[in-house]
């Protein structure tokens, strides 16, 4: 049994296409698609995968979309347990214009689950024996799912729970208190109730989550600033360090699979931050939807340590 479980509530098949321009009103012309497995707590477990680690993915899974996704996951040989539901698996589409080199996005609502189905997915995480030493509950919500499903999550399981997801069900996750907190500035803007305003701001913010019970650690997510961590014994910034950008798709993931990975592999809190920034600058660095490399994550997180 592995050491990580990741729990995607609201998992995609994610597909994704190239087109010379996006035109109104024209059919377009597009290259063959590409297809992928989606969904944050998914896309953390393939990131670990990619760095060297082991994970088991957790997620429900309906209809011929669900049995895809499975299949796309049994040839990346993943770990996975799909949770049967009734509803249809929901499926998101990439376009990347060719001419303008702009890329859109269309994010389609999840299926909705019944309690059964939800609660199935919660049992399933108290069936491991032993119980994963961390649980990463990553991405929205679909519909039918209580609002608090993260927080029961704390209050039902052991193990150490990271949470990475956003407005009131990232408010709701954090009132019963989590390890591990991962919000960019708009999440924290958002557990705050307010704009933030300045470095000193984002300490006060994160400190103040800590200090309420709400999370071990804040890891706040600067972008190509880098992050901040906050924790009762430390605080400390890391930087990012400059790569150049093919696509910023799957770089918060890949945060979260270095910091996560790190710890699971004895890492202090520290260099298990300075390890996920390198991740997720190592996803920058790939095209499309792709996911870290491992080779840049050592070589960018070598490069952290030196400087």
């Known amino acids: ?178 390890y591990l907190v991962k919000p960019n500035m708009r999440e924290l803007g958002q557990l705050a109730g307010e704009k933030i305003q300045d470095e000193a701001h984002q300490e006060q913010v994160a400190k103040e989550i800590v200090a309420q019970g709400q999370a071990e650690a804040v890891v706040v997510s600067l972008g190509a600033a880098g992050a901040l961590l906050v924790s009762r014994e430390l605080t400390q910034r890391f930087r990012a360090p400059t790569v150049p950008i093919e696509s910023k798709i799957g770089a918060g993931d890949s945060m979260v699979a270095g910091i996560v990975w790190g710890l699971a592999e004895e890492k202090s809190l520290g260099e298990a931050v300075r390890f996920g920034v390198a991740a997720g600058a190592a996803a920058v660095m790939t095209p499309g939807t792709e996911l870290c490399r491992r080779e840049d994550t050592e070589r960018l997180y070598q490069q952290m340590r030196s400087e």
């Open 1 to 178: 049994m592995p050491s990580i479980v990741t729990l995607t509530m609201n998992p995609t098949l994610d597909k994704s296409a190239v087109v010379h321009r996006v035109v109104a009103n024209q059919k377009l012309r597009c290259r063959p698609p590409r297809r992928e497995p989606g969904g944050g707590g998914i896309n953390v477990s393939r990131a670990i995968r990619r760095l060297g680690g082991e994970s088991m993915a957790v997620y429900p899974s309906g209809g011929p979309t669900g049995r895809v996704l499975e299949e796309l996951l049994d040839q990346e040989s993943l770990q996975h347990q799909p949770v049967p539901i009734a509803g249809w698996t929901r499926e998101n589409l990439t376009v990347l214009e060719e001419t303008g080199d702009q890329q859109y996005r269309f994010n389609m609502p999840g299926p909705r689950l019944e309690e059964a189905e939800w609660k199935r997915c919660l049992d399933q995480l108290a069936a491991f024996d032993p119980p994963p030493a961390f649980i990463v509950a990553s991405g929205s919500l679909p519909q039918g799912v209580p609002m608090d499903f993260y927080t029961r999550l704390t209050r039902e399981l052991e193990g150490r729970i990271v949470v990475d997801t956003s407005g009131d069900t990232l408010r709701a996750a954090v009132r019963e208190g989590v």
